[in-house]
C-alpha cells in the first residue's frame, strides 16, 4: 500500500477548495443538526461527492478521515494534512510575464513574491500605469496571458467562482477573424486572488479562456 509521504501532488486548486468547503459544512452540520440519521446522511454524500473528483484513483485512504471529522480543529488539520498534495500553478517570474506581454512595458511584479501558487487557479493583477488587468491561465498544460480594460466596478456575480462580491468588467481585444478584432469578456472578481480561493471547479473560467481566444 502507498504510504502518504510518497503520494505525488493530484488535486488541483479548485478541488481541493471544493473539499474545503464540503469540510466545512459538514462541521457546520455537526454543529447545528442533532438527528443522526441526518448527520450520517451528510457525512457520506460529503465524501462521496469529494470521492467522485477522482474517479482515477482507485484507493482513496487519503481522504478516509473526512468521515471521522466533527469539529473545526479536526478540519483544519485535516486540510492542513491535504494541501501537501495540492498541484502549485507553474511557476511565473518576471521573465515569465515579459515573455506572455511582450507589449506590455515594464510592470510591477513584487505581488508574485506574496502569492500562494498552492491557492492558484488563475494569475489576475490590476497595473495602474498601463490601467489594465492582466490575467494568466495555465491552458491545456501552457501558460495563457491576456490583458484587458477593467471597468463598471459595482456589486454582482463572478463569471469564474459564481460568487457574489466586487465585481468589474474584464474586456480584452480578440482576434475574430484574419483581419478583424472584436471586445470580449465579462464580470469578474475584482479580487482575483480571493477569487482563486472562492473557485469550485474549471467550468466557467474555461469557458471564459474559450470565449477570449476564439
Not at 452540520?29 to 482507485?58: C, Q
Not at 495563457?144 to 457574489?164: A, P
Not at 480578440?174 to 478584432?181: A, H, I, Q, R, Y
Request: charged share 30%.
Amino acid at each position: 500500500m502507498t504510504s502518504h509521504n510518497e503520494i505525488q501532488p493530484f488535486i488541483r486548486c479548485d478541488q481541493f477548495n471544493f473539499i474545503k468547503f464540503q469540510v466545512k459544512h459538514l462541521v457546520h452540520a455537526h454543529s447545528t443538526v442533532k438527528d443522526p440519521s441526518v448527520l450520517k446522511a451528510v457525512k457520506y454524500g460529503a465524501v462521496d461527492k469529494i470521492m467522485n473528483l477522482f474517479p482515477e484513483i482507485e484507493e482513496h485512504q487519503i481522504f478516509d478521515e473526512i468521515a471521522e471529522i466533527e469539529e473545526d480543529i479536526q478540519a483544519k488539520n485535516f486540510l492542513a494534512d491535504l494541501k501537501t498534495y495540492v498541484i502549485p500553478f507553474k511557476p511565473v517570474t518576471e521573465k515569465t510575464v515579459g515573455k506572455l506581454f511582450p507589449k506590455a512595458g515594464k510592470l510591477k511584479l513584487q505581488f508574485l513574491k506574496e502569492i500562494d501558487f498552492t491557492e492558484t487557479t488563475y494569475l489576475g493583477w490590476y497595473d495602474i500605469r498601463s490601467d489594465k488587468k492582466f490575467l494568466i491561465f495555465d491552458y491545456k498544460e501552457k501558460l495563457m496571458g491576456v490583458h484587458g480594460t477593467f471597468r463598471h466596478k459595482t456589486k454582482g456575480i463572478c463569471s469564474l467562482c459564481n460568487r457574489h462580491g466586487e465585481v468589474g468588467l474584464f474586456m480584452a481585444n480578440v482576434k475574430s477573424g484574419k483581419e478583424t478584432f472584436t471586445n470580449r469578456g465579462n464580470y469578474i472578481c475584482d479580487d482575483s486572488q480571493e477569487c482563486n480561493r472562492n473557485l469550485q471547479s474549471l467550468d466557467r473560467l474555461e469557458h471564459f479562456i474559450e470565449n477570449l481566444k476564439n
